[in-house]
């Protein structure tokens, strides 16, 4: 296990947003080590003409005051200031000297002394070897390049120089496997996984559905996560829907994180459908436990076809039946119907949720998915991806 060293995180995500790999991966590490995490800085630029892009903007820029703040006890969260305009070699240059300036700062403030410098972003690379690193890693979780709005070419450029300058990557999914090993040949595949623990134990805890839930006829059909258009398969969820108009489809997780663009007023205007916005993470099991199947209806696309969905395993937590579209991560779990039915089409899409309709209460299936979710768990994978991480420094005599 990795244990006593220094690490700055530059995340795909921020600390106070759905958790994701970087969240969950650093809070853990941070039980044996010193970790400073810095917030996402974004891959494309705003639209001043988005008023959810301009709340961002201005939400950034109040955290940037605040500083540094301390979350946990090893664990301290910065918001910084970039230009997200990647074309520009002005903006790249300001980035590098305002980013690596600030960074220094707050190094020598915490005593930070030659820390691991730990990637989500290909953006990083302008930080390699300014931060008197000891071992730099490359953490890919995502196609970035195919993400709506951001400089295509600009950001595999900047990922294949993360990538020949890294000691170390880490991908989530075959495909990413295959295309970034290409780059790097200490690159580790190492799937999405689930706070397994967190979801079994809060689903047994809590006393009957929540509120939102409980006047809802079954069965119910449901989603967690990010719904944005880029990502998720809106059409799919209509002919759901319209189909099957005495189920209730309920969506939980808020709406164009990623895409601002997304529109989902024709679901919203169907009376079986339910959004319910963004969930808090202590509260998301006791949604997910009263799913009667749970769906992954990403679109088949070159984004999620890199992508592992770590929803996967906290449905298979409460013992949910899955089903999904033909994502390439899911294919092996596919091969057992009885952990996820994956569907070609629309039409089929329907046909595997009455399937799994007929099995959702048996209990020999139930155990059998959450002890599949139990050796898929975020306690076991930070183990694994810390030992990796030791024995590449170890290699290198650092």
């Known amino acids: 296990m990795l244990k006593g060293q220094n ?52 939400k950034r820029l109040r955290s940037w005051f605040r500083g540094v703040r301390r979350v946990e006890d090893s664990l301290w969260v910065y918001d910084p200031i970039s230009l997200p305009f990647y074309e520009s070699p002005v903006a790249r240059a300001f980035n590098r000297w305002a980013l690596r300036t600030t960074l220094r700062r707050y190094q020598r403030r915490l005593g930070l002394q030659r820390p691991i410098l ?14 008197d690193e000891k071992l730099v890693i490359y953490h890919c979780v995502d196609d970035y390049s ?38 790097n040949p200490h690159t580790e595949l190492y799937g999405n996984v689930a706070n ?51 189920w209730s489809l309920v969506l939980v997780g808020p709406t164009g994180w990623g895409d601002p663009g997304t529109d989902t007023r024709l679901l919203q205007s169907l009376p079986n459908v339910h959004l319910l916005g963004r969930i808090d993470y202590e509260r998301l099991p006791r949604y997910v436990a009263a799913f009667d199947v749970a769906l992954i209806p990403f679109r088949v696309s070159e984004s999620t076809q890199s992508s592992f969905p770590m929803k996967f395993f906290e449905y298979l937590a409460l013992g949910k039946p899955v089903v999904s579209t033909a994502l390439d991560a899911l294919a092996e779990f596919g091969r057992d119907p009885d952990l996820c039915r994956i569907a070609a089409n629309h039409e089929q899409f329907v046909e595997m949720i009455e399937h799994s309709l007929q099995d959702a209460g048996r209990q020999d299936l139930i155990e059998k998915r959450i002890n599949v979710a139990r050796d898929n768990d975020w306690e076991r994978r930070v183990e694994q991806i810390g030992d990796s991480v030791q024995r590449r420094i170890e290699e290198l005599g650092r």
Not at 8 to 31: D, F, G, K, T
Not at 121 to 131: K, R, Y
């Open 7 to 58: 690490i700055i995180c530059i995340a795909s995500s921020n600390w106070e947003a759905m958790w994701v790999n970087s969240q969950h991966l650093m809070s853990r590490l941070a039980r044996e080590n010193r970790v400073f995490y810095i917030n996402n800085m974004g891959l494309r630029a705003p639209s001043m003409a988005k008023k959810r892009d301009l709340k961002q903007v201005f």
């Open 118 to 131: 730990w990637a989500f972003l290909p953006t990083a690379v302008s930080l390699v070897g300014g931060l």
């Open 146 to 183: 195919a993400n709506p709005g951001v400089p295509r070419e600009r950001i595999i450029e900047m990922e294949r120089r993360m990538l020949g300058q890294a000691d170390m990557a880490f991908v989530t999914s075959p495909k990413l496997y295959r295309d970034k090993s290409v780059y």
């Open 196 to 246: 397994v623990g967190h979801f079994i134990e809060d689903s047994k805890s809590a006393d009957g559905p929540p509120d939102e839930l409980a006047q809802i006829s079954g069965p119910i059909i449901g989603y967690q996560g990010n719904i944005s258009s880029y990502k998720t398969d809106l059409e799919l969820l209509l002919h759901v829907a319209r189909s099957r108009p005495q």
